[in-house]
């Protein structure tokens, strides 16, 4: 990546509190989503505005699972400067969480998770990921 340059790496979804992604999940937990990212020294010591979106969707209903980074909303928007909490780091992950009551009545469904970062103000930078898909059970 260029020193220039910002990036989404990955967005994965883990059991809350655990070190490795998964993809099946019982419907009575919450589920943690992690966001990776890398920015380059430039675009990072200049301080610059970042902003990211983020939506859970079923794809089986064809609507948004809330989801929380302090309040429940359908879409959620973290946005910051670079080189200060969210992001003090190069490489940085974001975490959010889809609450269990969210996953209530959704056993077999398959959800996703769709992520932009849009970088600068005047001249906007985007970047996209998404996440593998990921099936919810019956406990």
């Not at 992690?34 to 089986?60: I, K, M, P, Y």
């Not at 992520?115 to 059970?137: E, K, M, N, W, Y």
């Amino acid at each position: 990546m260029g020193p220039n340059d910002a990036e989404l790496v990955r967005v994965f979804t883990r059991e809350v509190g655990g070190t490795i992604g998964d993809v099946t999940f019982p419907d009575n937990q919450d589920i943690e989503i992690v966001v990776e990212a890398e920015v380059g020294t430039a675009l990072f010591n200049t301080g610059g505005a970042f902003n990211f979106t983020l939506c859970v969707r079923d794809l089986c209903t064809f609507d948004l699972v809330q989801a929380r980074n302090g309040a429940l909303a359908d879409i959620l928007e973290q946005p910051g400067t670079f080189g200060a909490a969210p992001w003090a780091n190069l490489a940085q992950q974001f975490t959010f969480v889809i609450p269990a009551s969210e996953l209530a009545n959704r056993a077999g469904h398959i959800l996703e998770i769709l992520v932009c970062l849009q970088v600068g103000i005047a001249t906007v930078d985007a970047s996209f990921a998404r996440s593998p898909l990921f099936h919810i059970t019956v406990p």
